[in-house]
C-alpha cells in the first residue's frame, strides 16, 4: 500500500503557545459572558468582560517580554477582542435591559457591535501609520468597560438604585450608544504608553493612590465604572479645549488606533 507523502511545499504550521494562551483565556472570557447573560447571571457576564479586558492588555506585553510576536498572534488577537469588546457587551446590554425597547433595542445593540468591528478594520487598516501617544477614538477594551461597568454597579447597588430602576433601560440605551459612537469618532484619547513611573511626583501623590487603592478595593465596580467613564469623556474635553482655545496654532500629532 502506498503511503501518503506531504508535499513539500506545505510545512509544519506551529504558533507561540504562552501569549496565545493570554487570548484564549480572553475569548473565553467574552464567550463565558455571554453564555451568563442568556442565563439572567449579569453580574457574572460583566465581570467576565473585566477579566478579558485584563488578559487582552497581557497577552501583547507577554508576547513583546518573550519575543514571540508573530502574525498569527496579531490576527488571533484581533479575532477575539471581536468577541470579548463586541458581542459580548452588546448582547450582555441586549439581555439585560434594551431587549424592553424591542426593535430599537436590539438597533442599539446591533450598532455598538458594528463600530467594534468598524473599529478592528480601521485599527489593522492603519496600524503602520499610527501614533501611539494617541488612540483614535475609544478603545474597544474601555467601550466594553463602560458597558459592563453599567451592568456591575446595577447588580451591587440593586437595593440603592430601586427607586430610579425605571431609568436603568433608558442608561443602558444611551451608555450603549455613546460607546459605540465613541470607538469610530475621530476623537483624540490619551494612550497611556508614554506615563514615565521613573519620574518624580510630589508626596501627596502617593496619599491619593493609597485613597484611590482603598475606594478600589471597597468598591472595585464604583471605581471601575467612574474611571472608564472619565475616561471616556476626557477625550471629548480634550477637543474641546484644543479647538476653542484661542490662538491655538499648535501642530496636532496623527493619531493613533487602538483595539
Request: with cysteine.
Amino acid at each position: 500500500m502506498q503511503k501518503f507523502k506531504r508535499p513539500m511545499n506545505l510545512r509544519r504550521q506551529s504558533i507561540y503557545l504562552l501569549p496565545n494562551l493570554f487570548t484564549l483565556g480572553a475569548l473565553f472570557g467574552g464567550f463565558y459572558a455571554i453564555v451568563s447573560a442568556m442565563n439572567g447571571k449579569f453580574e457574572h457576564a460583566a465581570v467576565a468582560i473585566f477579566i478579558s479586558m485584563v488578559l487582552d492588555s497581557l497577552d501583547g506585553r507577554v508576547a513583546r517580554m518573550t519575543h514571540t510576536q508573530s502574525e498569527f498572534g496579531a490576527q488571533f488577537d484581533s479575532l477575539s477582542d471581536m468577541v470579548s469588546f463586541g458581542v459580548a457587551p452588546a448582547l450582555v446590554a441586549y439581555e439585560w435591559q434594551l431587549s424592553t425597547f424591542g426593535k430599537l433595542g436590539w438597533m442599539t445593540a446591533f450598532i455598538y457591535c458594528a463600530c467594534a468591528a468598524l473599529r478592528l478594520a480601521r485599527f489593522n487598516a492603519n496600524i503602520a501609520v499610527i501614533d501611539k501617544r494617541w488612540f483614535q477614538g475609544l478603545p474597544s477594551p474601555a467601550a466594553a468597560a463602560l458597558v459592563a461597568g453599567l451592568v456591575w454597579i446595577s447588580r451591587e447597588f440593586n437595593d440603592d438604585l430601586n427607586p430610579i430602576a425605571h431609568l436603568l433601560p433608558y442608561a443602558a440605551l444611551v451608555i450603549t450608544l455613546f460607546a459605540g459612537l465613541t470607538m469610530v469618532s475621530n476623537v483624540r484619547f490619551w494612550s497611556f504608553k508614554e506615563f514615565n513611573v521613573r519620574k518624580t511626583v510630589p508626596f501627596m501623590a502617593m496619599v491619593v493612590a493609597v485613597l484611590l487603592l482603598l475606594v478600589g478595593v471597597s468598591r472595585p465596580e464604583l471605581m471601575a465604572f467612574c474611571f472608564f467613564l472619565g475616561y471616556a469623556v476626557s477625550g471629548y474635553i480634550y477637543w474641546a479645549w484644543t479647538t476653542l482655545k484661542p490662538n491655538n496654532k499648535t501642530p496636532q500629532p496623527p493619531t493613533s488606533d487602538k483595539t
